[in-house]
């Protein structure tokens, strides 16, 4: 699957080249769709890069890119209906509808657009494009019109496309350090709401696009877990990292698809690091006395990570029970997700990296975040087995 990383590198390229492409991206779906929202293709003269799901859906969106290619300018709402899959000699297993947003990007106008965003994914530094969709009653504002949302980088609200109320802006900060894609809405009293209805209701609609390289996703060992781990996390877009102390099993040849290795103990690898909110830590180590040191570094470093460990009950709470000895507080160990993973009985390493997964992506997905305080809704010891 190609990654935030990937498509903006493709973006710089393309347009360093001296040529224009079309951006088509899923900025919303009803019912159940190959490709989520945020999914996105680069759309050339020459053929595509990246995919929204295939199909004659795709290819109908490839077919309007290449009209506003041949204009020039321009953005369209396009809907891929594939509830008509029903009705063929083979059917498949989508039959929902996804809203895509194509517009034009031009060498002139957009490469340092392309840059920053390349950048943002390629250091996990929290940055989102928005882009406006709609503009309401807006008339003075133009569909198409983007900025991107760079915090660390200085960029706020004064680029936004529309006005926008202090309290709606801070919504979006909170919503771009998630790394969720969403189309929201510009209400009358200063918020921004999420939208699922595409239909307009008269107020501006902006589609906020974060790059979810900025999710990281840091595995502390570099065993037989620890490989499908970092594939399924690259995956769905996380930056990966691997930890170990041995060189012979944290290398490029066992883990292609890691965006980072680092051959060093445990601990100062841990303690060198951001553990922010936008961290998704598990310990899968090779002993107990590795997932001590994993789990008590992060703990003393996080500001608002996930954390977890796998193992057994009974590991977990005499690896729990000492570090609670050395003075860590009961309150921060309980935000240690472990046993890791939900239970699916898992066995072999790849099933196993699934279900430590399949947590990841529940934390992630499922409203943790709150967005009135920007704090984070830790997790409890959750027993598996």
């Not at 801070?170 to 239909?199: K, M, Y």
């Not at 977990?316 to 997700?337: C, D, F, N, P």
Request: aromatic share 4%; glycine share 12%; net charge negative.
């Amino acid at each position: 699957m190609i990654g935030p990383d990937q498509i903006w590198g493709e973006a710089v390229r393309t347009l360093e080249g001296g040529a224009t492409f079309a951006l088509a991206t899923v900025i919303n779906v009803r019912g159940s769709t190959p490709r989520e929202i945020g999914a996105k293709m680069i759309v050339r003269i020459d053929g595509q890069f990246g995919t929204i799901g295939g199909g004659c859906g795709e290819a109908e969106v490839f077919r309007k890119a290449r009209l506003l290619l041949d204009e020039g300018q321009g953005a369209r709402l396009t809907e891929v209906d594939l509830t008509g899959d029903f009705d063929q000699k083979e059917i498949g297993t989508c039959g929902g509808i996804m809203d895509v947003f194509v517009d034009i990007w031009k060498p002139g106008s957009d490469l340092e657009t392309a840059r920053r965003l390349h950048d943002a994914a390629a250091h996990s530094r929290p940055a989102a494009l928005i882009t406006l969709v709609d503009p309401g009653a807006a008339a003075t504002a133009k569909v198409g019109a983007r900025t991107v949302l760079d915090p660390a980088g200085g960029e706020g609200a004064s680029a936004v496309p529309v006005e926008i109320a202090p309290r709606a802006m801070a919504q979006l900060e909170v919503r771009a350090a998630d790394g969720i894609a969403v189309l929201l809405e510009v209400s009358e009293n200063g918020g921004a709401n999420p939208v699922t209805r595409i239909e307009s209701s008269g107020a501006p609609r902006l589609f906020l696009d974060p790059v979810s390289g900025a999710q990281r996703l840091v595995i502390a060992g570099a065993g037989h877990i620890a490989q499908p781990l970092a594939a399924i996390g690259s995956m769905l877009g996380f930056h990966v990292t691997v930890i170990d102390d041995r060189a012979s099993f944290a290398n490029r040849e066992r883990f292609p698809a890691a965006d980072e290795i680092i051959v060093r103990p445990f601990g100062p690898a841990v303690e060198a690091l951001n553990l922010d909110r936008h961290c998704y830590l598990v310990s899968v180590t090779r002993g107990h006395s590795f997932d001590e040191d994993v789990i008590l570094t992060a703990l003393r470093k996080s500001r608002g990570a996930f954390i977890g460990m796998i193992g057994s009950r009974r590991r977990v709470k005499a690896t729990l029970e000492r570090i609670g000895a050395m003075g860590i507080s009961a309150e921060l160990l309980e935000q240690v997700h472990a046993p890791l993973g939900i239970d699916i009985a898992a066995e072999t390493p790849e099933e196993i990296a699934l279900s430590i997964i399949a947590e990841i992506v529940r934390e992630r997905r499922s409203g943790a975040r709150d967005e009135a305080n920007l704090g984070v809704k830790v997790g409890r010891l959750q027993p598996r087995r």
